[in-house]
């Protein structure tokens, strides 16, 4: 940030960059951004949510590794149904889902029916899928 004397005293502060990229901005003391998301993210994040419960169903796991992985399903769910998901949560959930996955022997990026709706989420979420190569 840099600041200029104004032709008052005051100082102007501004940022200078070549390119800037971003969903929302803020610049300057007290600024504050946010972003909402749009109305049907909400309804895509629950169906996808949905779908990946549906998925996990499907895999035919023994009820104990059922029952560990609905305690982070339902996180999710919680997550998509708050209005205002807390990406870090989801995250944590869907890492958690990942790696209960793995220790039974399933990894969800080799499965279609898991790996679209993880995606979905992440990208609706804006939450980086590097946990699903190990990063």
Same mark, same amino acid.
């Given at each position: ?27 300057? $003391?007290? !600024?504050? @951004?946010?972003?909402?998301?749009? *109305?049907?993210?909400? #309804?895509? /994040?629950?169906?996808? =949510?949905?779908? &990946? $419960?549906? !998925?996990? @169903?499907?895999?035919?796991?023994? *009820?104990?590794?059922? #029952?560990? /992985?609905?305690?982070? =399903?339902?996180? &999710? ?13 989801? #995250? ?44």
């Amino acid at each position: 940030m840099t600041r200029a004397p104004s032709s008052q005293g005051s100082h102007n502060e501004g940022i200078q960059a070549n390119t800037v990229q971003a969903d929302v901005l803020a610049a300057g $003391r007290g !600024a504050r @951004a946010s972003k909402s998301g749009a *109305p049907g993210d909400a #309804e895509q /994040l629950a169906r996808a =949510v949905g779908q &990946l $419960r549906e !998925a996990i @169903a499907g895999l035919g796991l023994q *009820p104990a590794a059922r #029952e560990v /992985l609905e305690q982070d =399903v339902k996180g &999710l769910a919680d997550e998509a149904r708050s209005g205002r998901p807390d990406e870090r949560k989801a #995250e944590i959930h869907l890492k958690g889902i990942a790696d209960k996955l793995k220790m039974v022997g399933v990894v969800l990026s080799e499965v279609v029916g898991l790996a679209e709706p993880v995606t979905k989420i992440a990208n609706l979420l804006r939450i980086p899928l590097t946990f699903l190569t190990g990063g």
